[in-house]
């Protein structure tokens, strides 16, 4: 999102806060704060902070060109990692993460460089797993109970 930083300064200002009083207020970093008054982009966690301390709307601190106003992502369809033409099919990490795997994308993606599990595509190139490899990565974490063994 992007900050009104003249907005944020003159509600600061005016309530005669400094730098460092808004942003213990707000539980930020000062230099957050300072960055956020210069103009540069903040998510939207800091800037709901920033106008839970000013009493204001998140919208009456932000730029009106992308207030709340994301745009979703274009989700692909991809099939089942166990179905036919999910064995072969290239699943990125994001589309793996949560859904078909326990881990997030960034963990998949540290996995896969330290070759903690398969993967496609070589050093330096962008991860993907095939529905075969997740199925293998699945079968490597499913609990299995201990073969019941009696004394004879």
Not at 9 to 18: G, N
Not at 86 to 98: I, Q, R
Not at 103 to 109: D, K, P
Not at 115 to 136: F, K, M, N, S
């Amino acid at each position: 999102m992007t900050p009104n930083d003249t907005a944020i300064t003159a509600l600061r200002e005016a309530r005669k806060l400094s730098i460092r009083e808004l942003a213990r207020r707000a539980g930020l970093h000062h230099a957050t704060v300072s960055r956020i008054e210069r103009g540069q982009p903040a998510g939207a966690d800091t800037l709901r902070r920033i106008a839970e301390v000013f009493a204001v709307s998140p919208a009456d601190i932000t730029r009106g060109d992308d207030v709340s106003k994301a745009k979703p992502r274009a989700v692909r369809e991809v099939p089942l990692p166990n179905s036919p033409e999910g064995e072969l099919f290239h699943y990125t990490p994001e589309e793996v993460a949560g859904r078909f795997l326990p881990w997030t994308a960034r963990s998949i993606r540290d996995k896969a460089r330290a070759y903690e599990i398969p993967r496609c595509g070589g050093p330096g190139q962008r991860i993907t797993l095939t529905g075969r490899q997740i199925c293998e990565i699945n079968a490597s974490l499913e609990i299995r109970p201990l073969a019941e063994t009696r004394a004879a």
